[in-house]
């Protein structure tokens, strides 16, 4: 499984972005994609992630109602649309595919998100 993360940047307070992962190289398995963070200083932090079995989503509490993710299967991607972004989103983004079935972890790169006046 390779992944490729695209669309950080930097953007005003209360702007948006679109984060996209292109995955390829997945099987039939059961998969959770998703996208975490990480700013200087604190630890790694699960932003948001979506069930291939069923389609079911998670939020990070603080991002619920702003960030929203979806996944196209025709294009093997995983986007995270950001609104109403603040400072404290500024992170470096890495989107991360895990494999339940087989607990294989995939990580692509990290792509930075700068929410700054």
């Known amino acids: 499984v390779q992944l490729q993360a695209s669309g950080g940047g930097l953007v005003q307070p209360g702007g948006s972005l679109r984060l996209s992962c292109a995955a390829s190289g997945f099987t039939s398995d059961y998969y959770v994609i998703g996208w975490l963070r990480q700013a200087p200083g604190k630890e790694r932090e699960a932003v948001s992630c979506?069930?291939?079995?069923?389609?079911?989503?998670y939020y990070l509490d603080s991002v619920r109602g702003r960030f929203s993710i979806s996944r196209d299967n025709a294009k093997n991607t995983v986007s995270l649309q950001m609104h109403s972004l603040k400072p404290e989103d500024t992170a470096v983004y890495y989107c991360?595919?895990?494999?339940?079935?087989?607990?294989?972890?995939?990580w692509g790169q990290g792509t930075q998100v700068t929410v700054s006046s």
């Open positions: 979506i069930s291939t079995r069923d389609e079911s989503t």
């Open positions: 991360n595919a895990d494999n339940r079935s087989t607990g294989q972890d995939y």
